[in-house]
Nanobody
Framework: QVQVVESGGGLVQPGGSLRLSCTVSGSVVQFYGMAWYRQAQGNQRELVARITSAGTNYADSVEGRFSISRDNAKNAAYLQMNDLKPEDTAVYFC?????????WGPGTQVTVSS
C-alpha cells in the first residue's frame, strides 16, 4: 500500500521560509507528476504547485515565492516556501498530480504568524 508522509512544517513569522518534504513508499515517484496541495481551516483543499515532465506550475497566490522540486533517487518531493504570508497558513499535503491520487498522508501544518 502506498504511504505518503509530509514533514517540515512549523510556526514561522511573516516573511520567513520553510522547506517541506514528502516521502513516498509503495510506489515510484519518478513515474508520476507530483504536486503539493494545501487546506486552510474551513476551506477546500487546493493545488499549490505541480511538477511534471512538462515543467512546473504554481497557483497565482504563491507564484514567485514557492518552488517545487523532486528527487527521484530518494522517492521524494519538496516545496521551498519563501516570503511566507499569514494567508499561507494551512495543512500542506503531497500527492500525485491529477485525478487518481494515492491515499492522502497526514499533511504538515504550516502556521505563519507574528
Amino acid at each position: 500500500q502506498v504511504q505518503v508522509v509530509e514533514s517540515g512544517g512549523g510556526l514561522v513569522q511573516p516573511g520567513g521560509s520553510l522547506r517541506l518534504s514528502c516521502t513516498v513508499s509503495g510506489s515510484v515517484v519518478q513515474f508520476y507528476g507530483m504536486a503539493w496541495y494545501r487546506q486552510a481551516q474551513g476551506n477546500q483543499r487546493e493545488l499549490v504547485a505541480r511538477i511534471t515532465s512538462a515543467g512546473t506550475n504554481y497557483a497565482d497566490s504563491v507564484e514567485g515565492r514557492f518552488s517545487i522540486s523532486r528527487d527521484n533517487a530518494k522517492n521524494a518531493a519538496y516545496l521551498q516556501m519563501n516570503d511566507l504570508k499569514p494567508e499561507d497558513t494551512a495543512v500542506y499535503f503531497c500527492n500525485k498530480d491529477g485525478r487518481y491520487r494515492w491515499p492522502w498522508g497526514p499533511g504538515t501544518q504550516v502556521t505563519v504568524s507574528s
